[in-house]
């Protein structure tokens, strides 16, 4: 009873999410906002039901025959999914709500919040599969939604530029998915997710390749260029993108998939090697930016490394529960930025900023709590799951350099949010006063309470929750267990010392462009250089090829094969014979008279 309860509300949730999808009367912005909010509700039951009974299920509704093997297309209900689904549908709720004020002058508006709709709907599609072709269908949907909203704007080659990136970066992700896949294939006979986990040892290459597809898809490093150039599109895509969708999509497919990662060293150190280069690295990058879209953006590929890193650690539910709680703040960022962006006639330098506490309070207060939930402060979202991770790499004698770089990461991240907040919030206003837009709407504050209560409680709920899966409270010393805190502390006196001392000592004029701002120069090295470099030995090679081919078989190896050739039709014409002789002898007497006729008729 309890299971059919549970699926039919479910199935009901569904029904309405795409309802707008399916009527056309229905597809109205506020309309998709509504049906989306009424869906929220009815996930929230289904949720409430799955605690209550503490059982996975999974649905068959179609079997797909194969020559090769069955394909059974079935949802698999279990924490993972049923938390992630109202989380994700109360996100994009807001995103929605948001979007009604945001792109009020965009004249597709109707087409944008479709856009964003089938944006979740491809998300929810790879959370609830149960087999891999379910998985990747999902895993495309969202790759392909993801390069229609970055590049909304397409009138701008910047979006343009953009889309195209972040589809290229995810191709080479795919590769590795694909190669996995067809190994699946192969050797298991299988793309079934029980069966797959039956097996008790998977070889290191296959679960390789889905280290590749994680990485292209969730932005680590190697494959992160991408996310940063992403800020092109309209900010309501940003916080979908960045909460609740296409990057976290990536970590997902390793949670999902964790059974088969778990025993092979190799992928386990790869994910902790990897995650904490790009946590480390996306936060040093975050503290030389001065747009405010791509502070929070290179924040939040710090945090995905976060999750990598703890995938590495063994510790999946741990990694997940992560997910949950960063998606509402980080959401609560992006459409924080959002208003400030429109509110000053679309500025996004945060040294043109300033001010802001005064002209848009409640903006402002979002912004520092979403800010200190990022941080890790006690009793926020962020706190609950972040100060964890770092318990775990503590207890942990797996790798103690990811544990050095996670915690100098851990005081950047509290760095790069004071020196948000600094620039945006504090001194003077840095711009034109005079056209600044003041909070008017409730289309504009109402998502940002609702996201900020979620940064407040989502932690705590998720920490008193009977979860079937769930990370062991583990006991420590008191200067362990308080080093998340310690390090976020000093991270800020470090950074209000140099606010101190911007403050009060002389500039110094320089030009001299940083590797931070440039980040690394990563992106010069990659998208420049080696295609440089690459079109160079390509021209020479081409270049040395036509002088070998066409200039030599035009030239003298023409001549010497025209010269052979009659050298030998004259020898062979000598023969001796009085016939040939004749015949010869005519031929030259009928081309004169031919000749000489010719030239008598002109």
Known sequence: MTNLLLHTTLMATALTLVSPLIFIRLATPINIARTTKLATLM?????????????????????????????????????????????????????????????????????????????????????????????????????????????????RNNANAAALEAVLYNRIGDIGLLLTLAWLAMNLNTWDMQQLFSHTYTPTLPLLGLILAATGKSAQFGLHPWLP??????????????????????????????????????????????GAMTTT???????????????????????????????????????????????FFKALLFLCSGSIIHSLNDEQDIRKMG??????????????????ALMGTPFLAGFYTKDTILEAMNTSSTNAWALTTTMIATAF???????????????????????????????????????ATGSIIAGLLIATLTLPEKPQIMTMASTTKLAAILVTLLGLACAMDLVYYTNYTTPKKSTTTTT?????????????HSPLNTMKLAQT????LNDLLWYETLTP???????????????????????????????LLGLCLTTTYIYGVR
């Open 43 to 155: 996930s929230l039951i289904a949720t409430a039901i799955f605690i209550e009974s503490g059982l996975q299920t999974t649905t068959t509704n179609l079997t797909w025959t194969t020559p090769y093997f069955n394909l059974k297309i079935s949802l698999m209900l279990d924490m993972y999914s049923m938390l992630f689904i109202p989380v994700a549908l109360f996100i994009t709720t807001s995103i929605l709500d948001f979007t009604n004020w945001y792109m009020a002058h965009d004249p597709h508006k109707k087409k944008f919040s479709k856009y964003l709709l089938l944006f979740l709907t491809a998300m929810l599609t790879l959370t609830t599969a149960n087999n891999m072709l379910q998985l990747f269908i999902g895993w495309e949907g969202v790759g392909i939604m993801s390069f229609l909203l970055i590049g909304w704007w397409h009138a």
């Open 229 to 274: 150039a992403a800020m092109e599109g309209p900010t309501p895509v940003s916080a979908l993108l960045h909460s609740s969708t296409m990057v976290v999509a990536g970590v997902f497919l390793l949670i999902r998939l964790h059974p088969l990662i778990t025993t092979n060293t190799v992928a386990l150190s790869t994910c902790l090697c990897l």
């Open 557 to 587: 190896t023409t001549t010497k094969t025209t010269n052979i050739r009659l050298s030998n039709t004259l020898s062979s014409a000598t023969t001796g014979l009085i016939k040939t002789h004749l015949t010869a002898h005519l031929l």
């Open 355 to 372: 001010g802001i506490q005064k002209s848009l309070p409640l903006t402002a207060a979002c912004l520092t709590l979403g800010s200190l």
């Open 413 to 451: 991240t509290a760095a790069y949010s004071l020196r948000l907040i600094f620039f945006v919030q504090l001194n003077t206003p840095r711009h034109q006063v005079s056209t600044m837009q003041t909070e008017t709407t409730l289309a504009q504050t109402r998502p940002l309470t609702h996201l």
């Open 281 to 327: 690295f996306a936060a040093l990058c975050a503290l030389a930016q001065n747009d405010i879209k791509k502070i929070i953006a290179f924040s939040t590929s710090s945090q995905l490394g976060l999750m990598m890193l703890t995938l590495g650690l063994n510790q999946p539910e741990l990694a997940f529960l992560h997910v949950t709680t960063h998606a």
């Open 541 to 544: 090679g081409s270049l040395q």
């Open 516 to 528: 931070l701002s440039q980040l690394g120069f990563f992106n010069t090295l990659m998208h420049r």
